[in-house]
């Protein structure tokens, strides 16, 4: 296949994509017209917070105590001591920060407001210190359980997230509805946003159904699978 390449005038993203005199795709500043080579890692602020968890039984959440990431959390958020940090990423060379979004604070019936507000002034902070975001979404909210109306007895727990399409059009959904809050709050931060994780470090629970199965056939994404077959069961 051929690689749609990205000028900054299709994207309007600063940072686009260009091919280099090698051939070979990369990323450059549409403004300096310079490489861009991603420099960074991942930032949290962790407490011991009471929170509502998913199990991995599909959409069961139960209130646990844990260390969780606050970074954005209402009552925790700190935009003084996020622009210290993140002025000395940039003093050390970095270019790239990632942060997680937070489930956590998305179980009421709509988004919360507050959270998606601190959304946008991390951003804004990052921007101010010429660091571009990378958005690593988490599990989907408890609020968007009513559209994942397509419950696979046969499909067990974290598993449903790649293979349960109407937790695949939730997950879809809730990475919309976040990026669109954005956009609402400042168009121009957007720009600022380098990329999106749908979902934080995926995986299959091979412990969990389909993959614990080793009888019966499988149906899914119009093939059948033996699951009696170890090599069709992988």
């Keep these: 296949?051929?690689?749609?390449?990205?000028?900054?005038?299709?994207?309007?993203?600063?940072?686009?994509?260009?091919?280099?005199?090698?051939?070979?795709?990369?990323?450059?500043?549409?403004?300096?017209l310079k490489k861009f080579t991603p420099v960074g890692n991942s930032y949290i602020i962790t407490e011991k917070i009471n929170v509502y968890q998913p199990k991995y039984a599909w959409a069961d959440y139960r209130n646990q105590l844990v260390d969780y990431n606050v970074l954005l959390e209402p009552g925790y958020y700190n935009p003084d001591k996020i622009n210290a940090d993140l002025k000395a990423m940039k003093d050390r060379g970095y270019n790239i920060v990632r942060i997680q979004i937070s489930h956590a604070s998305h179980i009421s019936r709509t988004l919360n407001q507050i959270y998606l507000s601190n959304l946008a002034d991390f951003i804004r902070i990052a921007r101010d210190n010429n660091l571009h975001v990378i958005l690593a979404f988490g599990f989907i909210p408890k609020t968007y359980n009513d559209l994942m109306p397509e419950i696979n007895p046969n499909i067990e727990g974290f598993n449903n997230y790649f293979m349960n399409p109407g937790a695949i059009n939730a997950l879809v959904k809730y990475n919309l509805d976040v990026l669109d809050s954005i956009k609402q709050r400042d168009p121009a931060l957007l720009d600022n946003v380098f990329s999106v994780e749908p979902i934080t470090e995926p995986f299959f629970l091979t412990q969990a159904k389909p993959f614990s199965l080793n009888t019966g056939m499988i149906s899914f994404n119009g093939k059948k699978y033996d699951m009696s077959n170890a090599v069709q069961r992988q």
Excluded: C, K, M
């Design 1 to 32: 296949n051929t690689l749609p390449f990205i000028n900054a005038q299709d994207s309007g993203h600063r940072i686009a994509i260009r091919q280099n005199s090698q051939g070979n795709p990369e990323f450059y500043d549409s403004v300096t």
